[in-house]
């Protein structure tokens, strides 16, 4: 069964960091684009940031220079580094993937992990 497994999030103080993981398990050929998202409590989920197969990173503009996506294709992990969060940056937060496997190509969501930024 493929599947996107996020790291627990947590309580975070503002000013603090956390770094989320997300790994994509089963029978695997191909990992396509990794990205992240976030859902705040009575908001949209919105795209947080993505990066591609070769590398290329984008960001929303509220977490530019604040979190780095990164990405480890040996291991089908994608990272999120998050530093000098804020109130505002409290939400579930999800991974997704583009993820080949033998049958078809298709889009996967993880089942999300809260993180909670508060004094």
């Known amino acids: 069964q493929v599947q996107l497994v996020e790291s627990r999030g947590g309580l975070v103080q503002p000013g603090g960091s956390l770094t989320l993981s997300c790994a994509a398990s089963?029978?695997?050929?191909?990992?396509?684009?990794m990205s992240w998202y976030r859902q705040a409590p009575g908001k949209q989920r919105e795209l947080v940031a993505l990066?591609?197969?070769?590398?290329?990173?984008n960001y929303a503009a509220s977490v530019k220079g604040r979190f780095t996506i990164s990405r480890d294709n040996a291991k089908n992990t994608v990272y999120l580094q998050m530093n000098s969060l804020k109130p505002d940056d409290t939400a579930v937060y999800y991974c997704n993937a583009d993820l080949e496997t033998r049958h078809s190509t298709m889009n996967y969501w993880g089942k999300g992990t809260l993180v909670t930024v508060s004094s």
């Open positions: 089963g029978s695997i050929r191909i990992v396509y684009g």
């Open positions: 990066i591609t197969t070769g590398g290329t990173t």
